[in-house]
């Protein structure tokens, strides 16, 4: 059956596509004078925000280089930067930029406290929706499907509150989902795909401040359409989906059935798609997405990191025909690379967003550590990532670590290879990456498959937990056991000194339920953690978590 497609949406479709295109165009054209782009990018950052408290305390109307940047300005993580944050979030004008933030995105610290991130005009318009656009313009150019009716994506990312959370000053602090960037920006073309979904803005009557039940009432509601794309940026939401279809299924068919939502009056009854919901969970003993939705084409998240490990799988349950796309490298600092193609990890660096430094990853980062610029960077290689953008934020270390893939026009070409975080309990120095591709080599020696894992140092060795996607017999789990060992000293040179030395003994490994992992992403939920922030962990420092996934079947 064909479905007219509404004038007003693909007016508006029509537009979409070409300021997406336009946007990823206009970032492709960038990578032939990428040099340029970089030093013009430090230019307008000193000029636009030489007045400020921060740019007259470091100088910055004498700064004419980027040597003579890294010489007057020190390397910061968030904590460091703080000081100025707080000043500018209480009130205080001109601290770190020219023109005073508009909103403060939360991004969630290594503290469990919400950081501030500071928002400017300057910054949404030079580094921010140049790259956001971008991300979306395969969307409209390769799945124009997605984009015809409000109600075929499922936004899982999208969540906005009745009543955002506010500084000191009274500017609005919240996640970069909640914030409307039409009313903030003048940007009402920037509403991602299923934003105007009828499930995307809960009314008053259905809306809660209980994070599990708004994810419970979203997914009553889009079972009665025909989704086609799934968005999560953070893979682990969409990893959740076929738990909780699976686990609300009677709740969800008892509501489609009696006209309700969680047991109130809501909207008309569709009995015929609770029968049919009914069915299709009794013929195929269980009910996964590619049933409720067999016209799925595309899923949007990060594909690199613990999500590589059980992404194909996870495909698989959301049909067989299903793309998956990478979200940007990105936080709510700001961007650092964009596909430009549909390359399966990878992104380009966004040159004209911002000045982009590196340390490589096997380096601690200090406030003097010397850094490369984009050009000296090797392919196969793991980097820090530090960024200075109009925004505010100079010489800031993000965090992140990328690893270079290629490059295109003669610019780097990363993957987010994982945060900056070690465990260095006996001068092994593992880094998430190590863990990852350990990971990755012991179950491609082994033939494995993993729903999700993660690991932990315990009485002087790694202890592994693994849900495992088949079951596997004893000689298997040893198999892997050992390989994943022998993986882990031949990727990280402290390892394997540490082993040898006796300072670590021969890794563990655990084997646990295959919904282990979802049972505990839905506990954290559960508890009032935003979904987006409930990521996947390779390392476990969470003493609870690690009990309720090796806690008995």
């Known amino acids: 059956m064909i479905v007219a497609i509404d004038p007003e ?45 921060f740019g007259v305390e470091h100088g910055f109307a004498a700064i004419r280089d980027v040597d003579e940047f890294r010489a007057a300005v020190p390397i910061r993580d968030y904590d460091a930067l703080a000081p100025w944050i707080h000043r500018a979030a209480d009130g205080e004008s001109h601290v770190l930029t020219a023109d005073d933030p508009v909103v403060f995105f939360m991004s969630s610290g290594s503290t469990g406290d919400n950081k501030k991130i500071p928002i400017t005009r300057s910054f949404m318009r030079h580094s921010f929706f140049p790259f956001y656009y971008a991300a979306w313009a395969n969307f409209a150019e390769h799945f124009p499907r997605v984009l015809e009716r409000d109600d075929t994506t499922l936004n899982l990312k999208h969540d906005p509150v009745p009543r955002l959370a506010t500084t000191a000053s009274g500017r609005p602090h919240a996640g970069a ?45 889009a079972v009665e359409s025909d989704l086609r794309c799934v968005i999560g940026i953070n893979p682990a939401m969409v990893a959740a989906l076929p738990y909780q279809l699976a686990q609300w299924l009677p709740r969800i068919v008892k509501d489609l059935h009696d006209g309700t939502l969680d047991g109130r009056p809501f909207g008309a009854a569709n009995r015929a798609r609770a029968a049919e919901l009914e069915r299709l969970a009794a013929y195929h003993g269980t009910l996964l997405p590619a049933h409720v939705w067999p ?22 349950s959301f049909g067989p025909r299903v793309t998956v796309l990478p979200a940007p490298v990105a936080a709510s600092e700001g961007p650092v690379a964009v596909a430009l193609d549909r390359h399966a990890t990878a992104g380009s660096l966004i040159v004209p967003a911002a000045l982009y430094e590196f340390v490589p990853a096997d380096e601690d980062l200090r406030p ?38 290629d490059r295109v026009a003669g610019v780097p070409r990363v993957e987010y290879a994982g945060r900056r975080n070690l465990s260095d309990v006996a001068g092994e120095r ?29 009485r002087g060795s790694y202890e592994f937990a693994v849900a495992s996607f088949t079951d596997w017999g004893a000689d298997e789990v040893g198999a ?31 084997v646990v339920g295959a919904e282990r992992f979802a049972e505990d992403w839905h506990h954290r939920v559960a508890q009032g953690v935003r979904p987006a922030q409930v990521k996947d962990r390779v390392f476990q420092r969470d003493d609870a978590s690690w009990e309720r996934l090796l806690s008995p079947l």
């Open 368 to 405: 003097d550590s010397a850094t490369l610029l984009m050009e000296e960077l090797a392919e196969g290689q793991e980097y820090h990532v530090v960024f200075t953008h109009v925004g505010g934020l100079y010489r800031h270390a993000v965090g992140d670590v990328v690893r270079v893939v």
């Open 480 to 510: 892997l056991t050992t390989a994943l060992d022998a993986a882990l000293s031949g990727i990280a040179d402290g390892y394997r000194a540490a082993r040898a030395g006796g300072r670590l003994d021969a890794a563990k490994l655990h």
């Open 177 to 221: 989902s909640q914030v409307d960037f039409g009313a903030a920006f003048g940007e009402h073309l920037a509403a991602e795909p299923g934003t105007r979904a009828p499930w995307s803005t809960l009314s008053a009557e259905v809306w809660t401040e209980h994070q599990w039940d708004r994810s419970y009432a979203r997914l009553r509601l």
């Open 295 to 316: 016209n799925m084409e595309l899923i949007f998240c990060w594909t690199t990191g613990l999500a590589s490990l059980y992404l194909p799988r996870l495909r698989e």
């Open 430 to 458: 593992l880094r998430e990456s190590h863990v990852v591709r350990a990971l990755r080599t012991a179950l491609d020696r082994t033939g494995l498959e993993v729903v999700n894992a993660t690991c932990r140092p315990i």
């Open 9 to 53: 949406i693909a007016a508006r479709v029509a537009q979409y596509r070409r300021r997406t295109v336009a946007e990823r165009d206009g970032l492709r054209a960038a990578l032939a004078d990428a040099v340029s782009h970089q030093r013009r990018a430090l230019t307008h950052v000193l000029t636009e925000n030489v007045g400020t408290a």
